[in-house]
């Protein structure tokens, strides 16, 4: 069992920036691929970005590379999301996941935090 608990969301101008950190619990962490996926009222969740366990292999969505990165502490347990460039369309609920193993599709999670509100005014 894994529980997740995200922080870092707020209220930010467009073109600004926001830190997500996700906190893991279990001992292990390691062995999970970790994603970050957003829910914008109305729309169906969207995969955001992940990371495999070691941390070499990161994916961004279309929308967002360039733009956030994705990085794991995996002495600590969390992983984050570093979001740059922030734009209006990137206003949604923001959630952890955590998928164990390094070779399932990446929408898919075992685990899921509660989420954490971004918004970006314009």
């Known amino acids: 069992q894994v529980q997740l608990v995200e922080s870092g969301g707020g209220l930010v101008q467009a073109g600004g920036s926001l830190r997500l950190s996700c906190a893991a619990s279990?001992?292990?962490?390691?062995?999970?691929?970790m994603g970050w996926l957003r829910q914008a009222p109305g729309k169906e969740r969207e995969f955001v970005a992940a990371?495999?366990?070691?941390?070499?292999?990161?994916y961004f969505a279309d929308s967002v590379r360039g733009r956030f990165t994705i990085s794991r502490d995996n002495a600590k347990n969390t992983v984050y999301l570093q979001m740059n460039s922030l734009k209006p369309e990137d206003t949604a609920v923001y959630y952890c996941?955590?998928?164990?193993?390094?070779?399932?599709?990446?929408?898919?999670?075992?685990?899921w935090g509660q989420g954490t509100q971004v918004t970006v005014s314009s």
């Open positions: 996941a955590a998928q164990y193993g390094s070779s399932r599709s990446l929408l898919e999670y075992d685990y």
């Open positions: 990371i495999r366990w070691s941390g070499s292999s990161t």
């Open positions: 279990g001992r292990t962490f390691s062995s999970y691929t």
